[in-house]
């Protein structure tokens, strides 16, 4: 592992010179986001437990307190926490003080990311998530009568989290300006992310999309929400005005987003299934059009083409078949293609950061400078 | 009809004696919601139409320009527009000069009603809407071989819709404190419906819900977002603090809600269905507990429930069955009784506006007044 960190960061061999360097980096990202997730699981438990006291809904309904218990379990089973490392770091690059408002972008940023799981979940048919049910299998379970109730209730859910997402924001006491930028920037990355999924099931319909194509999708459906946001968010609570870094900023998100999806895509083919706790049939399965397919199809013979056209969207694929597919692709070194695009634009995201070091504080700049190579690293 | 009117009134016989008055006043109120509609309609019309030209949209995404499309659709069939009247109306109570924003907030009030009307029609698994398909439908037309892009494509035009809704009112160009001050009202009225619509699904589940049970879950499924909301709208455009006046505006708004409700549910069972859009059976078919099923069930004989019970939710009810819980209803004075309580809220709703003349332009104070039992003889 730290061979290989070594290996991307050749071009940095003046700051980043030994294996013990980049041992003590990867601790102390590591440790970094750790102590952010461990701090935000006890903000997040809090205002999940102050949301069932003080949630402005009829006394009587179940339903709605079960609602809000669910959208509970499934916000604090957590996920990486990524956005919300982004946005404490994104307020470190303005200053080392604690500024108040952190805690409260935290929160919408992943209520915001619970609603799009909950519909997400509705739009797969996904039964699991996080390592649990989804919202919409968990309320299958509990209306095994009744699916469309379940379907009703699951997507309401998903609204609310939305809304919640929101409120968190107008209720946090910030200064009405900044309580207004923080919408506006919710509210931008929430409609970019509907657009880029509803651009990623398109993705799907056409023979073979370009790699541009995937690069806008994942723009649109990641990189604004999951990277560009939290760090707009991170900056506006420090006091900094985003807009007047629009430009690099939307390069950094964009080429974080694009190295992270090709990784997840890739991941999903090519992975350990132990590890990443998700068939390698599913993308094939569903007929997902992914970095990972899109290049083995791009690559692929005629004939082999026809054979892997026969395989996506059967729902019955069976691991033979995901072998006969990573055959081809490896043949065709549509694999190492892969990985080594996918740490192009880690690379490439890294030295956007890197020119940050002249209107922000190192030690924050040298986390977002890391994070990218270190996310695709520690997943391969 | 002015007659009935006039025994509505009676109560108010010095200010509205003779039938004429009332003719007067009835094309007068009719002619302001006419203006209303007609003005909305090209409003909303050219918002569709910047929409499509200026997105933060993918411009090689079909799917993309296809919802937007399909909300335009939808938004432009109509309905009512009665929101968008009570947003005018309030604002006409503190001013008759024209103010900006008005129609940033009833594009907003709309683009929420939209998002609320496409994912209850996939809650209700609803083809039609507004006389025309439902956004799901219209899905469901196009891809008749993947039902589950349908479902994902409506679901996530949906979601636009929301964010949309609260877009309109960022960008307004209003004073900043004015802006948070509206998206705050919308977030919680949002929020507000989500609640009520779960609760809605419960309701159908216990043996018979109580009348309390019933207003509350319209307090929170209807008033607010339909009543309340665009009347806090129009007051704060207009330069009036809504929270002044929050305890009489939640009761009218509360008032009206119920009064609408219980003419809806009344019409669903007893109203001619060539008038109403929507067969008799729907409702008993879906087993949903109205205040109209409610109230047979509940004065019902032990034996009639019984036989009500064997009709409710079953998909193959009948006209048949549909005149049998008509019978009942009928011997027991259940619609008679159901008119008379739909028109005591009205009246109520009346009263309270009747003392917003103290702080408030008379015009619109009679409008407010008028419009509740207005609104239930025009349709009964």
């Not at 968990?138 to 109730?149: G, I, K, L, V």
């Not at 409120?167 to 509210?187: C, E, W, Y």
């Not at 990623?200 to 604004?224: C, G, H, T």
């Not at 807009?243 to 999806?261: K, P, W």
Request: aromatic share 8%; hydrophobic share 40%; glycine share 6%.
């Amino acid at each position: 592992m730290p061979f290989r960190i070594q290996i991307r960061f050749r071009d940095e061999a003046s700051e980043v010179s030994t294996s013990s360097d980049i041992d003590r980096i990867t601790r102390e990202l590591q440790g970094r986001i750790a102590d952010y997730q461990d701090h935000f699981s006890r903000v997040f438990a809090q205002y999940f437990e102050d949301l069932q006291r003080n949630f402005d809904g009829p006394a009587e309904s179940r339903f709605t307190a079960r609602s809000l218990e669910l959208l509970g379990h499934l916000s604090l089973r957590g996920g990486k926490r990524q956005r919300v490392a982004f946005l404490y770091e994104a307020a470190r690059l303005v200053t080392a003080e604690p500024v108040p408002g952190l805690d409260e972008a935290a929160l919408s940023i992943e209520l915001l990311q619970t609603h799009l799981l909950v519909h997400d979940d509705i739009i797969d048919d996904a039964p699991t998530r996080r390592g649990g049910p989804s919202t919409y299998y968990a309320y299958r379970e509990e209306f095994p009568q009744h699916p469309q109730t379940a379907l009703g209730l699951a997507l309401l859910a998903g609204d609310l989290a939305a809304f919640l997402s929101l409120q968190v924001l107008l209720d946090s006491g910030l200064p009405v300006a900044l309580r207004h930028a923080l919408v506006d920037v919710q509210t931008r990355a929430a409609a970019a992310t509907f657009v880029g999924q509803m651009f990623d099931l398109e993705r799907d319909f056409p023979q073979i999309p370009s790699e541009e194509l995937l690069n806008s999708v994942s723009d649109y459906k990641a990189s604004r929400s999951s990277a560009l946001a939290p760090i707009q968010l991170g900056l506006l609570v420090a006091g900094e005005d985003p807009v007047e870094h629009a430009e690099t900023l939307r390069r950094y998100a964009l080429m974080f987003g694009i190295s992270g999806q090709m990784c997840d895509d890739y991941l999903s083919l090519f992975g350990d299934e132990r590890v990443t706790g998700k068939p390698n049939t599913a993308d094939v399965r569903d007929g997902r059009r992914t970095y990972a397919i899109r290049a083995v199809l791009a690559t692929a013979t005629e004939t082999e083409r026809v054979r892997i056209e026969s395989i996506l969207g059967r729902p019955d694929c069976t691991a033979a078949d995901i072998d006969c597919l990573r055959d081809i692709a490896q043949h065709h070194r549509v694999d190492r293609e892969l990985r080594s695009k996918m740490h192009r634009y880690a690379e490439l995201a890294c030295r956007e950061a890197a020119g940050w070091r002249d209107c922000w504080h190192d030690d924050a700049v040298t986390f977002f400078e890391r994070v990218p190579v270190w996310g695709v690293e520690r997943t391969l």
